[in-house]
């Protein structure tokens, strides 16, 4: 009798379910969070690189205008960093604005030069276009600066921010996300644009 009572008490706990739901829940639930603080980090990201984006795209406009100065330049980046902030508190910015003669040499970047001996090196006295001026043969020919007439400028602001969640170790990330927004443009046309000094690579 105290056998088949044992047995009954057995199988009465064995199909008893009371609980189990918390396991369950116990188990599946730092998944959920982690899933959701990765969504909302996403979407926090997304959404402070589309603000950041258009108004970078408004300050690259303005900055190409005839009537723009350095110190509009300053106000403009001020209004960037004020603008995204409303968003980002606490976030850092750097701005940086390059400036070369044409489109092409923007995506190209390094000074032309006459390649008459064919060795894809700027030696043996040929000549290079020293767009900027320095006497030198730059992989870079990018100005610091707006430009002048004409000129194509480059201009890039990058955003550093922490992350709204303490998740980024747990899944090998950086807490600080950074964002670099750039648009390029060409200053109106105003005046003549300065020629290009013709240097010789020795």
């Known amino acids: 009798m105290a056998e088949q009572d044992r047995k009954r008490r057995i199988k009465s706990l064995a199909a008893n379910a009371h609980g189990a739901t918390v396991i369950e829940f116990a188990i599946v639930a730092p998944v959920l969070v982690l899933m959701l603080m990765f969504l909302f980090d996403t979407g926090y990201y997304l959404y402070a690189r589309s603000i950041l984006s258009g108004e970078v795209q408004a300050a690259g406009r303005a900055s190409a205008l005839e009537t723009a100065t350095d110190t509009n330049r300053t106000l403009l980046d001020a209004k960037v960093e004020t603008a995204v902030k409303s968003l980002v508190g606490g976030g850092t910015f750097s701005f940086n604005r390059l400036s070369f003669k044409s489109y092409g040499r923007a995506q190209t970047r390094a000074e032309a030069f006459v390649d008459s001996n064919s ?15 320095n006497g030198v ?3 870079d020919s990018g100005v610091e600066g707006q430009g002048g007439a004409k000129d194509v400028t480059i201009y890039s602001v990058t955003l550093h921010y922490n992350r709204l969640f303490p998740m980024a170790s747990l899944l090998g990330w950086n807490q600080q996300a ?7 443009l060409r200053n109106q046309p105003f005046d003549k644009q300065a020629e290009a000094l013709i240097g010789t690579c020795t």
């Not at 000549?127 to 001026?133: E, L």
């Not at 950074?178 to 390029?184: D, P, V």
């Open 119 to 133: 060795d894809n090196i700027c030696n043996n006295n040929e000549s290079f276009d020293d767009a900027n001026r």
């Open 178 to 184: 950074s964002i670099t927004e750039n648009t390029i």
């Open 137 to 139: 043969r730059d992989a």
